[in-house]
Each structure stands twice: as C-alpha cells, then as structure tokens.
C-alpha cells in the first residue's frame, strides 16, 4: 500500500494491493478542507500556509497547515501501518482566536477504484460507523474519531457525471445530506465537529482500511479501535527508525547533512518497492497529464542499480526478492528480460514495436538483463549466500549469459541491436555494450564458483566486446565513445554522433580504467557539451533531449542521475582530498535542487529548478546513496 500526496496537501495516487498497482485515485483527490464559523477552506486553497515535511529518520508525514482567515492552524502527522493495509493520520486542530468555537473537518474521497470510475459502490457502514467504497475485490473502509466518537457526518453521491460535480461541494456549507448509498462514478464526504476552547486545541483521528473483502479490512478498522490508533502511528515510527538505523555506520565518514540525505533517500526507496519483489520507477500520477501513461512499472535495468545499493547496504530482503521477480518474469523462450513489469509480474506496457522494417523483433532493453546479472554477481560477492543463487543458476544465470553470448553480431562480435536505456532508439549502443560486457563477466564468474567448464565461453566472450569496443565506438577525431551505432541488414554500421552522458557507464561499470585516454577525453567533451549554462547547472542526458524540452538555450534539462554519473568519475580519479570537493559540491547540488521533502525527481527546469516529470524517480535517489557511498569511501582512502 502506498499513498502520496501533492503539494496542496492532496491525496492524488493510492496504490493497493501492490506497491505500483492498483492506482485508486489515478490524479483524482482524497481532499481534507475546514468550516469554521460558516467560512470553508479546502487546504489546497491559497488561504492555506503550508509546511510538509518528513518527521526525522521515519516514513511519518509531518505537516503544518495554517489559515488566518478561518483563525486555525493544523498540525497533522500520517503515515501507513507497517504490519497492514492501514493508513492513519492525526489531526491537532489549534484555535488561534481567544474565544470558544466549532469546527468541522472534512474528508471527500473521489475513488476510481481498479483505475475506473464505472461500477464503483459507496456506501454508509453503520456497524463500524465508517463509509465504504468498493469494487469486486477491492475494499476502503474510511472511519475516523473526533470530539464525540465517531464520523459526525457523511454522505455518498455520483460524480464527474452529468451535472453532478461531487459530494464534496455539500462539504462547503458545512452540512452534508446525509445519503446512505449509490454506485456508479461516486464519491463521498465525511465531516468530524470539534469544539475548541479559546486558544484552545483539539485531536481527530481519521483512517483507512484495505482489505480483499469487506470483512478484513473490518479487522483492520477493529484494531484500530481496540489499540487507539496513536498506539500504532508509534509503533510505525519506531520501525521505520529502526529500519534506517542499520545504515548509520555506512555514513560515518560523510557531512551531516549528505548522511541524513542518504538517509531519507533510502526510506523513500523503499515506498516505491512491492513486498513480492518490484522496484518500482516511479509512482506519481503528475505523468499522466502529459501522456495517458505512468512509471509504475519494474524497469530490470533501474531495479539492478536500486537493488545493489541496498545490497551495498545489507538490505539484502528486498535485493533477493527483486532478483526472484526477475527469475519468476523470464521468458522461457528468450532469456531475456523485456522492457518493463507491472508489479504483479504482468509484461509493461510499451511503445517498443514487434514489427521493424519488414521483419519480427522482440522488442527489449538487452542492458536491463546484463545488469540484472552484473548485480546478482555484486550481490552474491557481499552475502556469500550460495543457498540463495545456487537455485537460479540453471534456470536463471545461465540462460541469460548464453543469451548474450549468442545475440552478438559474428563480424564486430559486439551485441545485436535493442532498445537503448533512454527507450528512445534501437541500435547498438555503448551503454548496453559496456553492460553486456559486464553481465558476461557476472557470467563467469558464477561459472567459476560452480565449477561449470562455460566459465571459459562467458569470460571470452566478454573480452571480445571489451577489445572490439573502442574500434567502433570511440571516434579520436570527435574526442569521445559514440552513443550509437545503427546496423543495416548488410552489417554495416552508422554512427551516431550526439554527446550523451549514458557512456560514462564505460568507467563506472569497470570495463576501461577512469585513467584511459579515450575516457579522460570523453568525460572532457561530455562536461563541455551536456552541462546546464545558468544559475542551476546539472549535466543534461544528451545534446539535444527533446523529453519534457523547456528551451532551446540548454543542451537539455538537467537529470540529477547524469550529474551524479559525473560525480561519480570524478571520485574515481580523485588523488587528493581537494580533488573531492567538486564531487562534493555536486553531492549538494542534488540536495539544493531536491524538493522540501527530500523528494528527488527525474530531471528539473534548466532555468528555474522546478521539478519536471516524475517525483520521486527512485532511481535517482539510488544513486545518490551510491554516489556518497564511493564519496565515503574515497575520504577513508585518501584521509
């Protein structure tokens, strides 16, 4: 179960009962608004003071909503139980007028249940005093505690169809009419009273309960009532500080402030992460209002790097359930991974055709397989857990390493082409090159630990790629590797001369020294070429980026994961503790251009730093721990 808000303090996305799927809400509202003394404010008004915030080393919400003119300020905590389907939130309601009064505080829910607003049912639950909405299996049991007990108002109505805008207009004469049930496209309100004391304040509890049937989410709601939801908002916090605190020790060497950072990002990481084993993208439904689509989707490729900094890290629970995921999604008739998952195991949707130029392809990313591969080597290298990988190792390590050995072209013996790692070409890529090489060597070296004589087939067929890499793809006239070379039908290749930060993979990844020449120039041209002018800086993915293009004045937007990329070089050929302070600086360029929350987004504006496309990318968030893990490590070395 995830929940996420926008910054009116909106429910806007309520995944269940996966992590990534279903999306409840889809961009639609779970809104909270206040009556006081016949005014009504909802708290995405601009009436309303904001401050949200996370509370310090936990997944509880912390928020302070003030309004001068309804004379009010809420102090308001949230979060979701740890141990079930359950999300609580505390209101404290402070009176800021020196004389007694009431308010009303309302809750509207506009469920698309299944992603759907067609055959949804809301109705009033009198043996919990709750309001449910459900649709076939899905169940949201919504209940709450004020002053005098329970909900002191609710209704249920249609929505978004014909005149009826929704129930959550009769919230703003502070009565509702009090309508027991309806299906179709519905919403309902609830209302709480709290009387204030002069400069007074006062509590209301509010929450929902999921469940598969109306019956366990009543057990949910019921615990609530026996425990009193405070009981359980503490224990949450408590588990999710604990939690985190595992990784205090990995951070000793760094500032303050980037190991508190490191910190949140790991508990952001992990919101976007099933229990059954899918890293999610990126869960925020902001992404539809430009394309009927979304990032809610197990990408192989990001899953590797987000799973290897929590094996990094020793969070080795959810890395093996990921690469279990990735075992259980194989194609039996292809071992390769395909673009993208949903979070149940389901094929992605994709733009990716089956059908190019006259002829069948299976459309994939070959470098999300590679670096499945390369990270399940990482991971075996840090736990030694040969229980573990022994049972993938026919059935999942082999069939992807023979893959790549044979998907390779027999004259260049570099890989046949797929789908770069921006989704956005097929061809031959370095990016993918450089992982291949890498996956095969993973390859090999589980061959070795097993004793298997194809130890020899993998490790040789990584070293052809590594020797015939710099022949294609390093142009000496240009200074720098190619991004991509397209392949005709003959086997004659085209290149591709666009400068695109994907090819520092090619140090990062270990498969040519950072001292190289070829990669010094590279990484020379690249910061020449991809680095944002102007106050904000950052390095942009390539020259040229048309996605989510904000001006012709800028190579492209800023990507906080390409800058880190460039961090992440600079650290490698650091020799002095002064050579660590640009890496540094960028460190802290991530955090200044982060949202209030910690929240790391995929890229931002060039010129004025607001967030574009998705928050949080978990990707991102990965590689800044990543990125202050090797900062911390080369302070040791060099200290």
């Not at 919504?142 to 005098?148: C, P, Q, R, T, V």
């Not at 006259?358 to 840090?382: N, R, T």
């Not at 067929?461 to 003959?490: C, H, M, V, W």
């Not at 050929?573 to 949202?595: F, G, H, I």
Request: proline share 5%; hydrophobic share 40%.
């Amino acid at each position: 179960m995830l929940l996420a808000f926008d910054n009116g303090y909106n429910i806007r996305d309520f995944y269940y009962p996966y992590v990534g799927l279903f999306n409840h809400l889809s961009g639609a509202k779970i809104r909270m608004g206040v009556w006081v003394e016949g005014q009504f404010a909802w708290l995405e008004d601009s009436s309303w003071r904001r401050q949200m915030s996370y509370q310090e080393k936990t997944l509880a919400a912390s928020v302070i909503c003030e309004n001068a003119e309804l004379g009010v300020r809420l102090h308001m905590q949230d979060v979701v139980y740890h141990r079930g389907n359950l999300y609580l939130k505390q209101i404290t309601v402070h009176n800021l007028m020196n004389r007694p009064r009431e308010a009303r505080i309302f809750f509207s829910h506009d469920f698309r249940i299944m992603e759907s607003d067609i055959g949804d049912t809301a109705f009033y639950y009198p043996y919990c005093g709750a309001v449910v909405h459900y649709k076939l299996n899905h169940y949201f049991l919504i209940s709450g505690i004020d002053g005098g007990g329970g909900i002191s108002q609710y209704t249920t109505g249609i929505k978004g169809f014909g005149h009826y805008e929704g129930t959550w207009r009769d919230a703003e004469d502070g009565l509702l009419a009090g309508n027991p049930i309806q299906q179709g496209s519905v919403d309902s309100t609830i209302g709480f009273h709290v009387d204030m004391e002069a400069n007074g304040s006062h509590e209301v509890w509010y929450w929902i309960a999921c469940g598969r049937t109306l019956q366990r989410a009543e057990r949910l709601h019921r615990l609530v009532a026996r425990r009193h939801p405070e009981d359980l908002m503490h224990d949450t916090k408590n588990y999710w500080s604990a939690w985190v605190h595992k990784s205090t020790s990995y951070f000793e060497a760094l500032p303050d402030d980037i190991a508190q950072f490191c910190q949140r990002s790991l508990l952001i990481m992990r919101t976007q992460i099933d229990d059954r084993g899918a890293i999610l993208a990126a869960n925020d439904s902001d992404i539809m209002q430009t394309v009927k689509a979304h990032y809610s989707y197990m990408w192989p490729r990001d899953g590797a790097f987000i799973a290897n900094v929590f094996d990094q890290m020793r969070y080795a629970i959810i890395s093996r359930r990921f690469y279990e995921f990735c075992a259980q999604v194989l194609p039996t008739e292809r071992a390769t991974l395909m673009h993208k998952y949903s979070a149940d195991g389901s094929m992605g949707a994709s733009w990716h055709p089956w059908y190019i130029e006259g002829s069948a392809e299976i459309p994939f990313q070959e470098d999300g397989s590679a670096l499945v591969l390369w990270a399940l080597w990482k991971h075996y290298e840090l736990m030694e857990d040969i229980d573990f990988v022994e049972p993938l190792y026919e059935s999942f390590i082999i069939p992807m390493a023979e893959f790549m050995v044979h998907y390779r072209d027999p004259a260049s013996l570099l890989p046949m082409p797929s789908w770069d790692l921006w989704e956005e070409r097929r061809g031959v890529h370095a990016f993918t090159a450089a992982c291949v090489w890498a996956g095969l060597k993973a390859g090999a070296q589980f061959a070795r630990l097993m004793g298997d004589k194809r130890e020899e087939v993998f490790e040789t067929a990584a070293e052809q790629i590594r020797q015939n890499f710099k022949p294609y793809f390093y142009d000496s006239k240009r200074g720098y590797f190619l991004r991509t070379l397209y392949r005709s039908r003959e086997g004659r290749y085209q290149p591709d001369f666009t400068p695109d930060s994907s090819v520092m993979i090619v140090p990062l990844i270990g498969m040519f020294s950072p001292e190289d020449s070829a990669v010094k120039s590279t990484v020379e041209v690249l910061q020449q070429r991809l680095w944002v002018p102007g106050e904000v800086g950052g390095m942009a993915r390539y020259e040229g980026d048309y996605y989510f293009r904000q001006t012709e004045q800028a190579p492209g937007n800023p990507w906080f994961i390409c800058t880190l990329w460039l961090a992440d070089y600079q650290i490698m050929v650091a020799r002095t503790l002064s050579d660590l302070e640009r890496p540094r600086q960028l460190l802290e360029w991530c955090m200044k251009w982060s949202m209030p929350t910690g929240v790391m987004p995929e890229q931002m504006h060039p010129f004025t730093g607001e967030p574009l496309s998705v928050a949080p990318l978990t990707w991102s968030h990965a590689t800044f721990v990543d990125t202050a893990l090797r900062y911390a490590d080369k302070l040791k070395k060099l200290g």
